[in-house]
């Protein structure tokens, strides 16, 4: 039982565009949406996160937009850079604290 | 400050040994989180402890896997008699206390473990 999907695997997008993440997710009774970025051979590291009560959370180039009636997040980079080549995962957070994790999205920035 | 460590980073064991992987939080964090990743799969949620106590152990794939935290900070996940589909890469992660609303993980670079 997925409770959080990212249903595409894998993106690629031009230097300077905007790169746009989707995650769909089932269950209504999360606190939380996070998204965290991974390099090979590291762990993810925390990117941005927004509250289940909000719908949208800007951060630098980062925006994650949060439609409830959907069950629907993106996450939104302006504009997009090489370094931002990595794995995206889209998580949320429960009320018990249990984080669960999609199974990401590898961007690839083109030059 | 350090960041998550967890050791080994690599181990390579054969079916059917028992393996111990080491975590090792952020001083003072309160909660700490096992994941595993396997090849071309996502993050699996495998158990979380808040202080020692484990309130959900449901990730656990099998009763050959098992995890303990003592003194409110090192854990270890064991996993006896692994089988070749226990190879992936075994991350643990850390968080402070959940007193802003969101839980922010910090993650150590992971156990890759691969069973032969």
């Known amino acids: 039982d997925q409770q959080v999907k990212q249903n595409s695997p894998s993106l690629s997008v031009q230097e300077g565009r905007i790169s746009i993440l989707n995650c769909d997710y089932t269950?209504?009774?999360?606190?939380?949406f996070l998204w965290y970025k991974k390099y090979p051979a590291e762990g993810p590291t925390f990117l941005i996160s927004?509250?289940?009560?909000?719908d949208k959370n800007e951060d630098g180039r980062f925006t994650v937009f949060l439609n409830k009636s959907a069950k629907h997040l993106s996450l939104h980079i302006v504009p997009s850079q090489p370094g931002d080549s990595a794995v995206y995962f889209c998580?949320?957070?429960?009320?018990?604290?249990?984080?669960?994790f999609g199974k990401g999205t590898r961007l690839h920035i083109l030059p | 400050g350090a960041g998550v460590s967890q050791s080994p980073s690599n181990k390579v064991t054969e079916k059917g040994k028992d393996v111990e992987l080491r975590c090792d939080p952020i001083?003072?964090?309160?909660?700490l989180y096992w994941y595993r990743q396997s090849l071309g799969q996502g993050l699996e949620f495998l158990i979380y402890?808040?202080?020692?106590?484990?309130?959900?152990k449901s990730g656990l794939p099998s009763d050959r896997f098992s995890a303990e935290r003592t003194g409110g900070s090192v854990s270890t996940l064991t996993i006896q008699r692994t089988q070749q589909e226990d190879s992936a890469v075994y991350l643990c992660?850390?968080?402070?206390?959940?007193?802003?609303?969101?839980?922010?993980?910090?993650f150590g670079s992971g156990t890759q473990l691969s069973v032969l």
């Open positions: 992660a850390s968080s402070p206390l959940r007193e802003t609303g969101v839980v922010k993980l910090f």
């Open positions: 269950n209504s009774m999360f606190d939380y």
């Open positions: 927004i509250s289940s009560i909000k």
């Open positions: 998580a949320a957070l429960r009320r018990d604290d249990k984080i669960i």
């Open positions: 001083s003072g964090h309160t909660a």
């Open positions: 402890f808040q202080g020692n106590s484990a309130p959900d």
